[in-house]
């Protein structure tokens, strides 16, 4: 059974840093694409970055420039460095993975929130 666990998020400033990483388990972690969402209050759930088994990145413009999604095929984990963060960043952000054409796996989320 494929689990997912997000972790690192927090409460800073604006213009701070946080790290995420989402812990990856039963499954072939190596093949899969894996993204980065984010859901904040009285919104969707928004794409903010992938990540393909060879490494090509995307990256939501709102988000350009300020974070890097990478990941670690030997321990399984995909992280999210997140810097220059601003007000709008705040929301629940969750991992997931794309074994095909489809987002099927989710973590339970990790809150940030980015205050004045």
Known sequence: QVQLVESGGGLVQTGGSLRLSCATSGG??????????RQAPGK???LVATISR???????????????????????????QMNSLKLEDT??????????????????????????
């Open 28 to 37: 072939a972690f190596s093949i899969w694409v894996m993204g980065w969402f």
């Open 44 to 46: 969707q759930r928004e």
């Open 54 to 80: 060879g490494g090509t990145t995307y990256y939501d413009d709102s988000v350009k420039g300020r974070f890097t999604i990478s990941r670690d095929n030997a321990n399984k984990t995909v992280y999210l």
């Open 91 to 116: 929301g629940v952000y969750y991992c997931s993975i794309r074994p095909g054409s489809t987002w099927n796996y989710w973590g339970q989320g990790t809150q940030v929130t980015v205050s004045s």
